[in-house]
T-cell receptor, first 113, second 112 residues
Framework: EAGVAQSPRYKIIEKRQSVAFWCNPI?????LYWYQQILGQGPKLLIQ????????DSQLPKDRFSAERLKGVDSTLKIQPAKLEDSAVYLC???????????FGPGTRLTVT | QKEVEQNSGPLSVPEGAIASLNCTYS??????FFWYRQYSGKSPELIMS????GDKEDGRFTAQLNKASQYVSLLIRDSQPSDSATYLC????????????FGTGTRLLVSP
């Protein structure tokens, strides 16, 4: 079974620029998560999708972050404009049900300068 | 603010010993508890889940839950150098959809 795919793996941008991340979950997994993990901290949930509907986005900074999951499969997370404090690893995860994230992608390491 | 607290470590144990990792949580409404292992520079991987008070064993891993004390632990028996990683504790509410709160993790070092 192919794992969760994410791209790009690394991104360096200047503050106030925009950036987008892509995630392809494990086939058949209905639930998709985006987490932000700042160095030395645990992952923080940004948004959780069930199929193509949003289950939870309470911690998503909606003034600058947006996410969508078209057709209940792939997902994109966008940041516009980026701030220095957005420097982190952005992890995409999926699970086959309403359970916890069971498979994480390799992550995208974002550096904002 | 729901919190999950872990000692950041590092916790150093010799090969073959039992490693004991601990976690406390603030939300009494938490119903599900998970342990993830994260190797340096890698993504987390789910290794244990526990929902009821008591012990749950899976191979060399045992998760222990005490809801009255709001305490969950992970024991690793016969620790191996390959167990050296950061262990993340996470709690969730069984409200139909799992929204997990992660701790900052405990770094475990197993020396040969």
């Amino acid at each position: 079974e192919a794992g969760v795919a994410q791209s790009p793996r690394y991104k360096i941008i200047e503050k106030r620029q925009s950036v987008a991340f892509w995630c392809n979950p494990i086939s058949g997994h209905a639930t998709l998560y985006w987490y932000q993990q700042i160095l030395g901290q645990g992952p923080k949930l940004l948004i959780q999708f069930q199929n193509n509907g949003v289950v939870d986005d309470s911690q998503l900074p909606k003034d600058r972050f947006s996410a969508e999951r078209l057709k209940g499969v792939d997902s994109t997370l966008k940041i516009q404009p980026a701030k220095l404090e957005d420097s982190a690893v952005y992890l995409c995860a999926s699970s086959p049900s309403n359970g916890p994230p069971s498979s994480f992608g390799p992550g995208t390491r974002l550096t904002v300068t | 603010q729901k919190e999950v607290e872990q000692n950041s470590g590092p916790l150093s144990v010799p090969e073959g010993a039992i490693a004991s990792l601990n976690c406390t949580y603030s939300d009494r409404g938490s119903q599900s508890f998970f342990w993830y292992r994260q190797y340096s520079g890698k993504s987390p991987e789910l290794i244990m889940s526990i929902y009821s008070n008591g012990d749950k064993e899976d191979g060399r891993f045992t998760a222990q839950l005490n809801k009255a004390s709001q305490y969950v632990s992970l024991l690793i028996r016969d620790s191996q150098p390959s167990d050296s990683a950061t262990y993340l504790c996470a709690t969730g509410e069984n409200t139909g959809f799992q929204k997990l709160v992660f701790g900052t993790g405990t770094r475990l070092l197993v020396s040969p």
